[in-house]
């Protein structure tokens, strides 16, 4: 089963404007953690930011925000201030409980948001 | 800063080759992975490594197999390369402790083409 859904294959945003990327995901495990992470045309994939489900507070980084919504199970990325530079690939990926699933810090990944970013 | 190479770019290997693809990191992270990413199929675990000598079969091990022999390297084995092995492969590692845990830091990626 599908544990991380990126219900958006593509987007286009207008330079200096905000985006939204959506996240759901789906866990029985109480202590999970949450990343988002960026994969330009160039191949390499970049880490952006990262949610633990205990944590109180929806990350920051930057330009970068998650919009942490635990009962719904979503963690949408927001990026702010749109750049040319922000044209990429984007993926939503889950650590569950390593004791529970000895997961060994697997990640699940979603199949990703194409992001193009337009003057 | 966290630092993960791949031996190559870009490789184009025949059909029945042997192919290695390594993958250093420098921060001393436990945990290392390697990834096939293909279009439509998102990133698929191949194997991964939690140790020194220790791997553990990911998602798509058929036709890899992968060797660690020292905590900064882990390579990734094509025994008998076959066209339906030609992808993107992707290196990663995380640590199993601090602020960062679990994190993944990739590799430039390799873009392997098997003829």
């Known amino acids: 089963a599908q544990k991380i859904t990126q219900t958006q294959p593509g987007m286009f945003v207008q330079e200096k404007e905000a985006v939204t990327l959506d996240c759901t995901y789906d866990t029985s495990d109480p202590s999970y953690g949450l990343f988002w992470y960026k994969q330009p045309s160039s191949g390499e994939m970049i880490f952006l930011i990262y949610?633990?489900?205990?944590?109180?507070q929806n990350a920051t980084e930057g330009r970068y925000s998650l919009n942490f919504q635990k009962a719904r199970k979503s963690a949408n990325l927001v990026i702010s201030a749109s750049q040319l530079g922000d044209s990429a690939m984007y993926f939503c990926?889950?650590?569950?409980?390593?004791?529970?699933?000895?997961?060994?810090?697997?990640?699940?990944f979603g199949a990703g948001t194409q992001v193009v970013v337009t003057p | 800063d966290v630092k993960v190479t791949q031996s190559s770019r870009y490789l184009v290997k025949r059909t029945g080759e042997k192919v290695f693809l390594e993958c250093v990191q420098d921060m001393d992270h436990e945990n290392m992975f390697w990834y096939r990413q293909d279009p439509g199929l998102g990133l698929r675990l191949i194997y991964f490594?939690?140790?020194?000598?220790?791997?553990e079969k990911g998602d798509i091990p058929e036709g890899y197999s992968v060797s660690r022999e020292k905590k900064e390297r882990f390579s990734l084995i094509l025994e008998s390369a076959s066209t339906n092995q030609t992808s993107m492969y992707l290196c990663?590692?995380?640590?199993?402790?601090?602020?960062?845990?679990?994190?993944?830091?990739f590799g430039p990626g390799t873009r392997l083409t098997v003829l």
């Open positions: 990926a889950m650590r569950e409980a390593r004791v529970l699933t000895d997961s060994w810090g697997k990640l699940q």
């Open positions: 990663a590692s995380s640590s199993t402790s601090g602020q960062f845990r679990d994190t993944q830091y």
């Open positions: 490594s939690y140790d020194v000598k220790m791997k």
């Open positions: 949610q633990g489900s205990y944590d109180q």
